[in-house]
């Protein structure tokens, strides 16, 4: 137990109350000077300052069996859970509650919200963890504090609750997953790895003496213990600048609040905190079934809809073209990414517009859906695109638009070119 920050406390009205300023020691490691400094002769206890870790890089963790306002069913489960625990130090509070005393390698936050439904809590992350022989408290074994890797994964096992940590990564393939974890583990300074984590120095607030941050080996999140941040793998090597393996840079579409991204042929809709709500494969994202939920769950309207989707397709046809141009045999061949339905559908109404006896007029039902009006601008630029399909460089075009600040010239502009093979210039 040595090693740790430590602060003198009284009791008022049976209520712990620190000495003096203890801010400090949340992030400055206190020297016998500063110990001796503090106000020791008023003191009728200590507290560990939990956030600190000791000489060792270990975190203080308390699992506190408290029976102060809570139901008798709430007691007794938290009794029979104690004994599921791992055994350690045992410690009686001054209001008769149980304390067992962990070392932890990963640094845990506070969990209060299993107190009513428990009587369980775990003091960690920044409180303050009085022990004996403070006034009021006795120990209950001779053990000293066990030694674990993630007192909170503990904690959440025991009580048999979900882990909000395990859900960074929630819908990408496990195999996928194993990738990039070779390829950020490899950018990090590891320093070594238990049964659960790799252990590293931390790469956004160095220099630290001991590792403070870690990746879970299985569930695949990352813990800073500098802020407490969680990472899934793909948010680490963003802030790594680490392009991940079988993902596309920058395939990203914006659905409102929300948004598409592709991962090899997946698609994942992410919300606004970059969490994975629907996942379907990129040959099914035209389909209508699919359409009509992201609809649902993005409140975004139709027409905004089907044009993002038409060019998110498209993006990702040309990029995974980019991506396997060595490996294909002939690069003329299409690539289908259309279910078969979807494509025969798309078949049939090319078939009926070249047939047609006036085909601009054939063709504009479907310029609508991506530009709303604008009929003559979008019907002329559009047909002076269909050059870039040319080998010829006669056949091809220069096209300038002219017009008022605001008009709608650069959306007429990106919108109808993400279609062709274009140059942009001024």
């Not at 400090?24 to 003191?43: G, L, N, P, V, Y």
């Not at 709500?277 to 990129?282: A, D, N, R, S």
Request: proline letters at 4%; charged letters at 30%; aromatic letters at 8%.
């Amino acid at each position: 137990m040595k090693g740790f920050n430590v602060v003198p406390v009284v009791f008022i009205d049976g209520k712990k109350q620190p000495l003096g300023d203890w801010g400090q020691w949340h992030s400055k490691r206190q020297t016998e000077k500063d110990f001796h400094e503090q106000f020791w002769d008023s003191a009728e206890g200590f507290g560990i300052v939990t956030d600190y870790p000791n000489d060792d890089g270990f975190y203080l963790a308390i699992v506190d069996y408290d029976v102060k306002r809570v139901s008798e069913e709430a007691k007794a489960k938290g009794r029979e859970l104690l004994g599921k625990f791992p055994i350690t130090r045992m410690e009686k509070s001054a209001t008769g509650g149980i304390h067992l005393v962990y070392l932890s390698k990963v640094k845990p936050k506070p969990e209060r919200r299993y107190h009513d439904s428990h009587a369980l809590e775990l003091i960690a992350g920044g409180l303050l963890a009085v022990m004996a022989p403070s006034k009021g408290y006795v120990t209950l074994n001779d053990n000293e504090p066990t030694v674990i890797e993630d007192a909170l994964g503990i904690f959440y096992q025991v009580l048999g609750v979900k882990d909000d940590r395990a859900e960074a990564n929630e819908g990408v393939d496990s195999n996928l997953l194993e990738k990039w974890l070779s390829q950020i583990k490899a950018k990090l300074k590891v320093a070594g790895e238990g049964n659960q984590f790799i252990y590293a120095h931390c790469p956004f607030h160095p220099p630290d003496k001991h590792p403070s941050f870690a990746i879970h080996k299985i569930k695949n999140y990352a813990i800073d213990f500098h802020d407490g941040q969680v990472y899934s793998l793909r948010q680490l090597a963003e802030a790594l600048d680490i392009k991940l393996e079988g993902s596309f840079e920058g395939l990203t579409s914006r659905l409102g609040a929300y948004r598409l991204n592709l991962v090899e042929r997946n698609v994942f809709l992410l919300d606004s905190r970059g969490q994975p709500v629907f996942t379907c494969k990129l040959h099914v994202l035209n389909a209508d079934k699919t359409k009509k939920k992201i609809a649902e769950l993005t409140g975004v309207d139709k027409a905004e809809l089907e044009r993002k989707v038409a060019e998110f397709v498209f993006r990702a046809n040309l990029m995974e073209r980019n991506e396997d141009k060595n490996d294909v045999a002939d690069e003329t061949e299409p690539i289908s990414i259309l279910d078969e339905e979807t494509e025969a559908r798309i078949n049939a109404e090319v078939e009926k517009i070249i047939n047609a006896e006036n085909q601009l007029a054939a063709l504009k039902p479907h310029l609508d859906i991506v530009i709303v009006g604008e009929d003559d601008n979008k019907t002329a630029i559009y047909t002076l695109l269909t050059g870039s399909k040319f080998a010829d460089l006669d056949k091809k075009q220069i096209i300038i638009l002219k017009g008022t600040e605001g008009g709608g010239k650069t959306t007429i502009a990106s919108t109808l070119t993400s279609f062709f093979k274009t140059k942009e210039v001024g």
